[in-house]
């Protein structure tokens, strides 16, 4: 696996710090958030200076119950040439659920979503990754994420699930250890067993970040600083095996540049006092190996069970149904508020005017909203479905706020946005001279 060194997720938000940072050998985007076409000067600035950029999925749900997305694959595979990526990662998780092979309404949650680890899901998710790695022009890794619930009656530890994915597909790991420490508070599992099992030599790259704790449940928030934990856990992983990179991740609430330079360096100081340990003590650990079915095996029933139970989970989570068996209800409830607080914040990015039209009413009301409502087709979509809902109901009650929501609503519904009809830009023209006087 090539070296990477150490990295940094690269947002616009951080995009000038990153430049002038030192020792930065190269940055991971989101993927999504990434046009082939219109890159920005940042990325095209670091590219020229030789640092590696990786593109970094969220929206495949390679453990979801139906195979890749053919056109999701094609984005991921377009974004690899258009960066010179040497791989693209994505997650071990499912984001959506419902659908032809359940006979119900598609459900998507908005976020990473745990896959159970059994045999089922194993299959299935291994099948998914071998389409995806057929699709893509590069080396694919997966990364394990952080859980708030766990599924009743599994069959594999996370390691042993890790270490079979790998084995039966020869996909690359990209480790989380912030994401270790989350499963050990919420789900009492122990990081060190974890890393023991793992095959080492399939680890393409290391993710650490910060998050907090709260009522005894650890939240992998990307807006914190890295806790001392999660840096033991790393040291702990760089006694066992040199990662090719490490890659600190921050996705909000932006520290000034001194503090992630500071954040970099405490990760390059547990690296180094991992290969220190690593000089001194030796370390052996046996994973458990499993069956390994025919590839060319059947999977429709094993895919069927595993969308079965994710619909009834991701229902209960955002649907309001009930708790599927086994769950602990009181988790569920921390992870659908989690879920809908998630489905807030990304809208009020994505459409930043609802928050500034609505003022201190928009997350009480887009609560009220997702409570009933749950998202089907992604974060713009849902955006406009709650400016029409609240329209239906004719709030806000404020007539002037009111007049703004439907103007927006209009100016971004229907296959030929407002804006671009000679009569709305006339009057935009207009309404700008007038503003300036």
Not at 53 to 71: K, N
Not at 167 to 176: E, P, S
Not at 197 to 219: K, N, S, T
Not at 418 to 433: D, E
């Amino acid at each position: 696996m090539e070296r990477l060194g150490t990295g940094i997720g690269w947002r616009p938000e951080i995009a000038d710090a990153v430049e002038r940072m030192p020792g930065i050998d190269w940055v991971e985007v989101v993927a999504e958030n990434t046009c082939p076409g219109h890159l920005p000067e940042s990325l095209t600035r670091l590219r020229e200076r030789g640092v590696t950029v990786v593109p970094h999925g969220v929206s495949l749900g390679l453990g979801g119950a139906d195979r890749p997305d053919e056109a999701r694959l094609t984005a991921l595979a377009e974004r690899a040439r258009a960066l010179g990526s040497p791989l693209v990662t994505e997650h071990i998780a499912f984001v959506r659920a419902g659908g032809p092979l359940t006979a119900s309404t598609p459900l998507e949650a908005g976020h990473l979503l745990p896959v159970p680890r059994t045999r089922d899901a194993l299959d299935v998710l291994c099948e998914n990754i071998r389409i995806a790695q057929a699709a893509l022009p590069v080396p694919l890794a997966v990364e394990n994420i952080a859980a708030l619930i766990s599924w009743p009656g599994e069959e594999l530890t996370e390691g042993q699930f890790l270490y079979e994915l790998a084995d039966r597909t020869g996909v690359k790991l990209l480790i989380d250890v912030a994401n270790l420490h989350t499963n050990h508070v919420n789900r009492g599992e122990d990081p060190a067993e974890a890393l023991s099992a793992l095959p080492l030599e399939a680890i393409a790259y290391v993710h650490v970040a910060g998050g907090f704790e709260r009522d005894g449940v650890w939240h992998d928030s990307h807006a914190h600083p890295v806790p001392r934990p999660v840096l033991d856990i790393l040291t702990d992983l760089a006694s066992r095996v040199s990662p090719p990179g490490v890659l600190l991740e921050r996705d909000e609430n932006f520290p000034a540049e001194a503090e992630l330079e500071g954040e970099l360096t405490a990760i390059r100081g547990a690296l180094e006092k991992g290969r220190e340990q690593a000089a001194t003590t030796a370390r052996e650990g046996t994973p458990a190996h499993g069956r390994t079915p025919d590839a060319s095996a059947d999977l429709s029933p094993a895919r069927q069970r595993l969308a079965l139970a994710q619909t009834a989970l991701l229902s209960a989570l955002v649907a309001g149904t009930p708790v599927p068996e086994g769950f602990d209800r009181v988790r569920l409830g921390v992870q659908a508020r989690a879920l809908a607080g998630k489905r807030a914040d990304v809208v009020a990015k994505i459409a930043p005017e609802l928050p500034e039209i609505l003022g201190a009413e928009y997350r009480t009301a887009f609560l009220g909203y997702a409570h009933g409502h749950p998202m089907s087709g992604g974060y713009r979509r849902d955006a406009l479905d709650f400016a029409g809902h609240l329209l239906r109901s004719e709030l806000p009650e404020d007539a002037r706020a009111r007049g703004e929501l439907r103007e927006w609503w209009l100016e971004r519904s229907g296959s030929r946005p407002r804006s671009h009809r000679p009569a709305v830009r006339l009057a935009r023209a207009t309404r700008r001279v007038l503003l300036r006087r």
